[in-house]
């Protein structure tokens, strides 16, 4: 009786905070291992030029994609980039994921993760501290807040650089922020990625990736130098004007896609585009 009355003079003494820590929340520290099972046409080599399918982009962000060059990639300058924190996960990625813990209160100060390509590091601050102003200094990973929502880790990232929503030249502005839901199942981890864009997307962006659980996994260091791989003029700036690029129709063309369907936009992405489509085709 004595110990049970201790342990409920101790919890009644406790600030709120600490016990909501206490109370919710899982444990996403490991090495986690992707599964590849889902956006493979964002892997490896990348998506098809032009392909702007599933994405609420506007004329702004459609205009810049289709400007876009490939060529960006032998300009030293850009062979290091990193994917951004809101692109990361597409990798391929795997994970490191391990927890700062304030000595004398135990709580979680922050959480880490390291994805494998480009050895990136992401800091989630749990402590409570506000964002920076939106004048404050921008980075591939942005600033990262969060908080628990039962077993879910809510993240809310601001101050973002300027990255990518589709590695074909869709742009992502640096006014972006990015909401995601680390989820654990056992020894699967689903992240839930929400992109709001009021530059380029007329609607927010969702996406899912996953990982499992991987004991074993060492990550290894990703060393990157930039050189001349590729002779270009002094000052070039890959790109196309508008109106010149050659391959705006071959991904419509190779899936047999109406041109206007490969575009994007928000209109595209629901069942009720379907009807659209088929009123274009028994006008033609």
Partial sequence: MLGGWLVAAVLSAASPAVLAQDLVGVDLSGTWGQLMHEDRAERGAGPDFADYTGLPINDAARLRAESWDAAKWTVPEHQ??????????HGPANLRMWSDVDVASQQVVAWHMTHS????TRTIWMDGRPHPPPEA????????????????????????????????????????????????????????????????????????????????????????????????????????????????????????????????????????????????????
């Avoid at 290091?80 to 996960?89: I, R, T």
């Avoid at 530059?199 to 991987?214: F, G, H, I, K, S």
């Fill in 80 to 89: 290091c980039e990193p994917h951004p924190a809101d692109y990361a996960p």
């Fill in 117 to 120: 390509w480009m050895v990136t």
């Fill in 137 to 284: 200094r921008h980075t591939w990973m942005g600033f990262s807040t969060g908080h628990w929502e039962g077993d879910t880790l809510v993240v809310k990232t601001t101050h973002l650089k300027e990255g990518w929503i589709r590695r074909n030249g869709v742009p992502r502005s640096d006014r972006a922020t990015l909401t995601e839901y680390f989820i654990r199942h056992g020894d699967y981890l689903t992240l839930v990625s929400v992109v709001e864009d009021p530059a380029y997307l007329t609607e927010p962006l969702m996406r899912t990736w996953n990982w499992v659980l991987n004991l074993g996994y060492q990550m290894a260091p990703y060393p990157c130098s930039a050189r001349v791989e590729t002779e270009r003029p002094k000052g070039f700036v890959a790109h196309w004007l508008p109106g010149t690029n050659p391959q705006l129709k071959e991904f419509a063309s190779k899936r047999k896609l109406p041109a206007d369907a490969s575009r994007g936009g928000a209109a595209t992405m629901y069942p009720d585009y379907e009807l659209e489509l088929q009123k274009a085709g028994a006008k033609q």
